[in-house]
């Protein structure tokens, strides 16, 4: 029995991509790549201060977690007074999203706007915007500051 190691596609003969298209194309996805990574790296920068200064809003301690990946839903998990054994929760398929619009609803409440704001996330440009409304819009009516004003 023999078994022959040749095969053809189609019925052409195939031919191989001249060297410049080669190197274009890899030019490209090295573009491609860069491009990505720095905007990664930059949205990754964004977030972390934007949760930096919702920490320091809502006087939680800690707020330089937001810079170290698994500390920064940790300081969620506290802006929002909620158990650190939700982070177990977050390794779950499916029950991580429910976790993390419980959680964002806590903290837009946190903050002192109102929790309808968390449909925001599903939106796809808006879902970036939210952090930094949260981080640096004023405040209203957050629980700090309704009991140290004096009412009469």
């Known amino acids: 029995m023999e078994y022959s190691a040749s095969y053809q596609l189609g019925s052409g003969d195939v031919q191989a991509l001249p060297p410049e298209a080669a190197a274009g194309i890899a030019m490209f996805a090295g573009g491609m790549f860069l491009f990505l990574m720095v905007f990664a790296i930059a949205m990754y920068i964004y977030m972390a201060l934007c949760f930096m200064k919702i920490a320091q809003k809502t006087n939680t301690p800690n707020g330089w977690f937001a810079w170290i990946p698994i500390l920064n839903v940790i300081l969620m998990l506290q802006i929002a007074k909620r158990p650190l054994w ?3 929760l977050f390794l779950i398929p499916i029950v991580n999203l429910v976790i993390m619009i419980i959680v964002y609803v806590d903290i837009i409440k946190a903050v002192g706007k109102p929790a309808w704001l968390v449909i925001l996330l599903f939106i796809p ?3 970036i915007i939210l952090p930094g409304y949260l981080a640096f819009s004023k405040s209203e ?3 700090s500051a309704a009991a140290a004003s004096p009412q009469g």
């Open 86 to 88: 939700w982070l177990i």
């Open 141 to 143: 009516g957050t629980a």
């Open 125 to 127: 440009i808006a879902n």
